[in-house]
């Protein structure tokens, strides 16, 4: 591969910073200093070095992206742009969404290369909470929120009680742990309302950073991907 893939993909930065470590001679490959940041490296042979410390390729890639609307969930699509396609590095070939967020849904998306970590996070035995700001038609009344927080059976689907948070008239936090399709509208929907806005702000233990505009995207701290159970 590429020397400025590998390091953009070793987490040093984004192309255009790898690009500019490799003209000020901060990057050795096997002991030499390189200029060119098309050289060819193996990742599983060559010892490259920023500043003489080791840059450790990562297997594992975890990012948080603000998912804008107008964005699909996919990792491609004939007609409309995808989450894939708002970041600014080359991305790993194997790297997908993690979970599903409508075309119009804002917020916290999960983007990773870790089969096995998004199995524990989708699957239901696992009980991840999502946590979503709601904006709606209407008031949300007490009524609704106990209908929230109880199972809703509907002909053709059954959602395990949600937890709500009241911010305001018309605005909750509403956690559930499923992932159904349209699952919030649809809860919102059979109470009696309708939502108008919404944005995932938490998965699991992975907050959304407020400092990304939708459509910004982060890699994910050694931290956050510890305790949400990556690999690092
Ligand atoms: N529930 C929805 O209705 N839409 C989403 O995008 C996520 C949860």
């Known amino acids: 591969m590429r020397l400025d893939k590998y390091l953009v993909h070793a987490n040093i930065g984004t192309r255009k910073e790898v690009k500019e470590l490799i003209r000020k001679s901060r990057i050795k490959v096997n002991g030499v200093i390189v200029k060119k940041d098309d050289l060819k490296v193996d990742e599983n042979i060559d ?10 390729y990562q297997k594992y890639v975890y990012y948080m992206l603000n998912k804008p609307q107008g964005v699909v969930s ?112 649809r809860m919102l929907h059979y109470v009696g309302n309708e939502v108008t806005y919404l944005k995932r702000v938490q998965f699991g233990s992975l907050k959304l950073d407020e400092k990304l505009r939708p459509g910004e995207w982060r890699s994910l701290t050694k931290e956050e991907i510890v305790e949400l159970g990556g690999q690092l």
Not at 77 to 84: E, H, M, P, W
Not at 103 to 110: A, F, I, S, V, Y
């Open 47 to 56: 010892i490259i070095l920023l500043d003489d410390e080791e840059v450790i």
């Open 74 to 185: 996919a990792t491609t699509d004939r007609k409309d742009k995808t989450v894939l396609e708002c970041f600014d590095i080359p991305l790993k070939d194997d790297v997908f969404p993690v979970g599903r967020l409508d075309k119009d849904t804002e917020g916290l998306l999960l983007i990773s290369n870790d089969g096995a970590l998004a199995h524990r996070l989708l699957s239901l035995k696992y009980h991840v909470d999502k946590k979503y700001y709601v904006k709606c038609e209407k008031e949300v009344t007490t009524e609704m929120i106990a209908s929230l927080e109880d199972v809703i059976k509907l002909k053709d689907e059954t959602y395990q009680p949600g937890k709500v948070e009241r911010i305001g008239v018309d605005e909750i936090y509403l956690t559930i742990q499923e992932g159904k399709f349209h699952q919030v509208k």
